[in-house]
């Protein structure tokens, strides 16, 4: 009756090595570090790159524990913060020299100390959340009224294309404040305009003004426009941002709208404020130009340009000579996605432009067919060639930019047309910084406290229900760990609200287990042997046990659903805690007493605590 079958014990420890395995790379900890990325194309992180910094730092008599190298770039991990602080100069120094362009960003990070062989195996540590770990906060303000007036720009210029293709005559079109206005002589023009712009622009509102010799159109965008506008130039904001924050090396960085024209960014982890700040604080500008066919090619970077022309690296970091005049700027670039080339199947990348954009691509691709052109991203006085390509025939408004390696250089390239510059531009309205020694501090508390609860729990029971308290207590033991290990696994990101969603599943389990104990005595008084009390005890309370925690799980979820930000962290830790809970005084819990009482032909009596027990009269 209370033998459970192979299966289950499998299934017992299974779960228990894996909670274990999961949960090992927390004790760990973090370690100050020096974090080194590519700041661009042109320059490369690789093994020569590590080789230099170990050098550079043997050299300044700066100790480190260990220096690896994986995908974010190279990371220096030292013994404390004092060496990292001067590691991290000396570093920028070595690789950014004073009067030159830097190529890599040095920042400051907390990284995990998780041995390679359980990060093999996939067994990472949970990602902290600002509170615990330390890092940066900011509270951008996006300047909504700049994106407005760019669009209003925008349509200006696409409106004089419009009416010099009709042949439609006017005395002037600017933009006045919220509204662009055009001046016309006569009433038959301003009739033909009508008949040129109604259709053609739906998201302005027309009308007439003036009379005599001076008559007027006036138009303005309509609310539904300005919205639009407005959540775009938003969300872009947030895609560039995103982009920028991976040179920091955060790890689950947080970028969300708050309210309709703000943006918050943390940064977990990140220590360098400035160096934060300064990324995220950055404008970049795309532009288009011809490539000089005229001369030939530079040798290497040191050759002397010819006038008129500019020395830029390309992505695979040669050089090239490109004409200082500006085809175009990246703010004619209305979108850029990533595809395939229909002949040659190879990646590519689809430009759409507006009609201003259009109609000048055109013109110089007409007169420059067979020759290369290229697109610069130009980013705190740096330019590089994200693309050089050939014109291979007259371009319009789309067109495709092919010789992509991969469809991840595609994808790339897609991401810096669309999102290399801001829509709008950005103040920063707040900024915190936590440091990681109240982080530190933080998770001491949190630590203690579930400890503390735990300990509490564990005498009580022990005291209350003997045997079966200490095995309630070792399926509680157990449910931490799985959950643990199941955040882990999952890679979420804890924070102090998710800590407090741990010591409530705490609680929560042991009251399963209460149930059950309580069951299996009242058995007992009922006159059952103590083999059908156990049996029937969890039995009869496990769907007591179902009904509380499914409830418990429709709160969880309807936090997750509607709340934000840390109450999105506790219902997270406190679903997952059901479902650890329930495991571990349901499966755990028997496990552990079968594996005690199961083996015994006959059992006189149970170790539960102070019970009135009569066998019933067979």
Request: net charge neutral; hydrophobic share 45%.
């Amino acid at each position: 009756m209370n033998k459970y079958p192979l299966w289950k014990n499998a299934l017992v420890v299974l779960a228990l090595v894996l909670g274990m395995l999961y949960t090992l790379p927390n004790f760990y900890g973090q370690s100050p570090a020096v974090q080194i990325s590519a700041q661009g194309t042109a320059a490369r992180v690789d093994s020569t790159l590590e080789a230099r910094v170990e050098q550079v730092l043997h050299e300044s008599g700066l100790a480190y524990t260990r220096v690896t190298l994986d995908d974010s770039g190279i990371k220096v991990r030292f013994a404390d913060t004092d060496s990292q602080l001067k590691a991290r100069d000396v570093v920028d120094r070595a690789l950014n020299p004073e009067g030159q362009q830097p190529g890599y960003v040095v920042a400051l990070n907390l990284v995990p100390n998780s041995p390679h062989w359980l990060t093999s195996l996939g067994a990472l540590p949970m990602y902290l959340g600002l509170d615990l770990s330390g890092g940066v906060h900011f509270l951008l303000q996006v300047d909504m009224q700049a994106a407005l007036t760019k669009r209003l720009d925008g349509y200006a210029s696409e409106m004089r294309a419009t009416l010099r293709d009709k042949r439609v005559y006017y005395d002037g079109i600017a933009r006045d404040g919220s509204r662009i206005t055009l001046h016309f002589r006569d009433e038959a023009a301003r009739t033909a305009a009508h008949h040129a712009l109604d259709d053609a622009y739906r998201d302005l509102i027309f009308r007439d003004e003036g009379a005599g010799t001076d008559l007027l159109i006036t138009a303005a965008l309509k609310q539904e426009a300005v919205t639009a506008i407005q959540d775009q130039a938003l969300k872009q904001n947030i895609l560039a941002l995103r982009n920028r924050v991976n040179e920091l090396g955060a790890k689950e960085p947080i970028i969300q709208q708050q309210g309709a024209d703000r943006i918050i960014v943390q940064l977990p982890g990140v220590q360098d404020t400035a160096k934060a700040k300064d990324i995220i604080g950055r404008t970049a500008t795309l532009e288009i130009r011809l490539v000089d066919e005229d001369h030939p090619g530079p040798a290497s970077v040191h050759d002397v340009p010819p006038f008129g022309d500019d020395l830029v690296l390309e992505r695979n970091g040669l050089p090239v000579f490109v004409k200082k005049q500006v085809v175009l700027t990246g703010d004619v670039i209305t979108d850029a996605g990533a595809g395939f080339d229909s002949q040659t199947n190879r990646p590519s990348v689809n430009i759409s432009m507006d009609s201003k954009g259009a109609r000048i691509i055109r013109e110089v691709s007409r007169e420059n067919l067979k020759k290369r052109m290229a697109i610069l991203l130009i980013e705190k006085g740096r330019t590089e060639a994200i693309s050089v390509a050939t014109i291979q025939d007259e371009l319009g408004a789309r067109f495709q930019i092919t010789g992509l390696r991969n469809p991840k250089e595609a994808n790339d390239l897609a991401l810096l047309l669309r999102a290399g510059a801001l829509a709008a531009p950005m103040d920063f309205i707040e900024e915190r910084t936590v440091g990681p020694s109240l982080g530190a501090e933080n998770i001491s508390r949190g630590f203690h406290s579930t400890w503390i609860g735990f300990t509490a729990i564990a005498v009580f029971m022990i005291a209350y229900y003997l045997l079966f308290g200490v095995i309630s207590v070792a399926s509680l033991g157990i449910n931490v760990l799985l959950l643990v290990g199941l955040l882990s696994l999952l890679q979420a990101t804890l924070t102090l609200p998710g800590m407090a969603g741990i010591a409530l599943t705490v609680g929560m389990a042991i009251d399963a287990n209460v149930l059950i104990n309580e069951r299996i005595r009242e058995e007992l008084r009922n006159g059952n042997s103590p083999g059908a009390a156990i049996h029937a005890g969890y039995d009869r309370a496990f769907g007591t046990i179902l009904d509380s925690n499914v409830t418990t799980g429709i709160a969880g979820i309807a936090l997750f659903a509607f709340g934000s930000g840390p109450v999105k962290g506790f219902a997270v830790v406190l679903v997952l805690g059901i479902l650890t809970s329930m495991f571990s005084a349901v499966i755990v819990s028997r496990s552990l007493v079968n594996l005690i009482y199961g083996s015994r032909r006959k059992i006189e009596k149970l170790s539960i605590g102070n019970v009135d027990w009569h066998q019933k009269p067979r």
